[in-house]
């Protein structure tokens, strides 16, 4: 009998961009970010209506919740807007300090690669071709497409895309 034991879950589905529409960033507030030199508004607040964030809300509900992954005093305490050009990227990163992220793809297809947290151990063991020890995951997602994650998962974005993403942070107490 097969089991699958220490999975990782991640969600995948779509948010309306009709409402959750965030106004366009003043130029001053998006500026080269991170080693890459992405620009994004990291450093800035992004202007997010009660409706668009209650939207965001009852979508990462309608994900996490079921999976009883909603803890204690859940919060979203910081989102940005990343503007991409055909050569920009981002280095492999995870979200520090807080439990889970997100990624709205605005208007780009997808480039984020997830990498397996056990890469170095497959690829001493395995190699890069054994299928059943995939080293990383590119999920296939379009505009209007979020993507939730455990914010320790290592990630990266590959260049080529040429639009916007907003990324963001959920904060939640599973201590008691």
């Not at 780009?108 to 054994?130: A, D, W």
Request: aromatic share 10%; hydrophobic share 35%.
């Amino acid at each position: 009998m097969k089991k699958e034991i220490f999975a990782i879950p991640i969600f995948e589905d779509t948010i309306d961009l009709e409402l959750f529409k965030i106004p366009p960033c003043k130029d001053e507030e998006v500026i080269g970010t991170w080693d890459s030199n992405t620009p994004s508004s990291f450093n800035s607040e992004l202007d997010i209506s009660d409706d668009a964030m209650q939207h965001l809300v009852t979508v990462i509900e309608k994900n996490l919740g079921p999976e009883g992954l909603i803890a204690m005093n859940p919060r979203i305490d910081h989102m940005w807007r990343n503007v991409y050009k055909e050569n920009d990227y981002q280095d492999p990163h995870i979200h520090p300090v807080c439990q889970w992220s997100f990624i709205i793809y605005e208007t780009v297809r997808s480039k984020t690669s997830f990498l397996n947290p056990s890469l170095g151990i497959i690829q001493e063991k395995y190699g890069l071709n054994c299928h059943t020890f995939p080293p990383d995951y590119k999920p296939d997602l379009g505009p209007g497409s979020i993507i939730i994650f455990p914010s320790m998962l290592l990630h990266f974005v590959n260049s080529g895309n040429i639009g916007s993403t907003i990324s963001g942070n959920i904060y939640m107490d599973y201590r008691g």
